[in-house]
C-alpha cells in the first residue's frame, strides 16, 4: 500500500487478527496503525470531524449523532460520492489537505490503544515491512 491509510487498515489487521492472521508478512509502506496517534498526540484529529462537515453541507446539520447518521442514510449514494469527489483540496488543517475518513475503535478490528495491545504481544507473528515511500 503507497497511502497511509490504506497501510493503516494493514496494520489494524495485524493487531485485529493476531491469534489466526491469515497472511504470511505485512508491507505497510508509508503508515501503520500508530499514524492517527503521531499525527494528533492522541487526540482525535479532523477525520472524526468530516462526516459531520459532509452532513451539514448535505442537509443533515444535527447536533444529534444518531439523527445526523439516519439522515445521511436517506442521502443518495451519488450526492455524496459527487459532494467527496468536488470537496477534496478543502483545508481541514490535515496534514493531506481535504476531507479524510478513518474507522473508529470498536475494540474488535480497530482498537483504541495500539501501543498497549503491542506491549502485551496482541499482534501478528509475521514478518511486517514498513518504509517511507513518500520521503524525498
Not at 16 to 41: K, Q, Y
Not at 42 to 56: H, Q, T
Not at 99 to 121: C, I, Q, W
Request: hydrophobic share 40%; aromatic share 10%; glycine share 6%.
Amino acid at each position: 500500500c503507497r497511502e497511509p491509510i490504506r497501510c493503516e487498515s494493514v496494520d489494524m489487521y495485524n493487531f485485529a487478527f493476531h491469534e489466526d492472521p491469515m497472511v504470511s508478512g505485512l508491507i505497510m509502506s508509508s503508515g501503520t496503525a500508530f499514524i492517527e496517534n503521531m499525527l494528533n498526540a492522541g487526540v482525535p484529529g479532523p477525520k472524526y470531524s468530516n462526516f459531520s462537515y459532509v452532513a451539514s453541507h448535505l442537509g443533515c446539520d444535527s447536533s444529534s449523532a444518531e439523527k445526523e447518521l439516519a439522515c445521511m442514510k436517506k442521502v443518495d449514494a451519488a450526492i455524496i460520492t459527487d459532494f467527496l469527489a468536488n470537496n477534496t483540496n478543502i483545508d481541514m488543517s490535515d496534514m493531506y489537505g481535504g476531507l479524510a475518513f478513518s474507522a473508529v475503535a470498536d475494540e474488535r478490528v480497530v482498537f483504541a490503544n495500539y501501543t498497549d495491545r503491542a506491549l502485551r504481544g496482541k499482534l501478528a507473528r509475521v514478518v511486517s515491512w514498513q518504509c517511507d515511500l513518500m520521503a524525498d
